[in-house]
């Protein structure tokens, strides 16, 4: 167990949808990031949050939003939901420093179904 | 830009026999170099990591060694169980936002 919870496991819903993932950091890594992993593109970057603020992004599309809380934990909104966005969505954290500052704990991933 | 070359999967080997999956790296300044594994369901396990050239990341019979003058961090089992089926993934990340660039992933599947 890595430390890092995410919410719901399976998700399905329909095109034209959308949906909100969750993540819940290690308690005190400061940094949130947001990875897809679908079969055709593999494990890709979407964008990474630190104490708050926006700190990097990847290749995320412009109908996918992210935000981190107060509380550390980290939203992934996903709107106008099309079929090639069904994928495994993992986020992942890291502490800010020490032996392991940059070193990512992923959780266990939302699987992301779209019909 | 940064990316991560990784060996074409899958692989099979029968139990016992000596594993290396092969990853080749392009990157501007020090990249750390990570193999991450995962199992079926689950989601992804930091297994070794290295920080510099010449490093030795080693855990649970796993090796890899950074070689800058190569650009490559091969992973390597001397005697593969059936346990160790997964997919594995070779990353880099750079000082930064130390976000992570991934391989494609290697499946190995052993056989008793």
């Known amino acids: 167990d890595s430390g890092v919870t995410q919410t719901p496991k399976h998700l399905i819903t329909a095109t034209g949808q959308r949906v909100t993932l969750r993540c819940s950091p290690r308690?005190?890594?400061?940094?949130v990031y947001w990875y897809q992993q679908s079969l055709d593109q593999g494990l890709q970057f979407l964008i990474q949050y630190y104490n708050g603020e926006e700190r990097a992004k990847g290749n995320i599309l412009e109908r996918f939003s992210a935000q981190q809380f107060p509380d550390l934990h980290s939203e992934l909104n996903l709107s106008s939901l099309e079929l090639g966005d069904s994928a495994l969505y993992f986020c992942?954290?890291?502490?800010?420093?020490?032996?392991?500052?940059?070193?990512?704990?992923f959780g266990p991933g939302t699987r992301l179904t779209v019909l | 830009g940064n990316s991560v070359t990784q060996m074409e999967g899958p692989v099979t080997l029968s139990e016992e026999a000596f594993l290396t999956i092969n990853c080749t790296y392009t990157a501007t300044g020090y990249p750390s170099l990570f193999w991450y594994v995962q199992y079926p369901g689950e989601g992804l396990q930091l297994l070794l990591k290295?920080?510099?050239?010449?490093d030795k990341g080693s855990n649970k019979g796993f090796e890899a060694t950074y070689r800058k003058e190569t650009t490559s961090f091969h992973l390597e089992k001397g005697s593969v169980q059936v346990s160790d089926s997964a997919v594995y993934f070779c990353a880099l990340s750079t000082s930064g936002t130390y976000k992570y660039i991934f391989g494609t992933g290697t499946r190995l599947k052993v056989l008793a």
């Open positions: 992942a954290s890291s502490p800010a420093g020490g032996l392991s500052y940059n070193e990512q704990f």
């Open positions: 290295a920080t510099k050239a010449d």
């Open positions: 308690s005190g890594d400061l940094s």
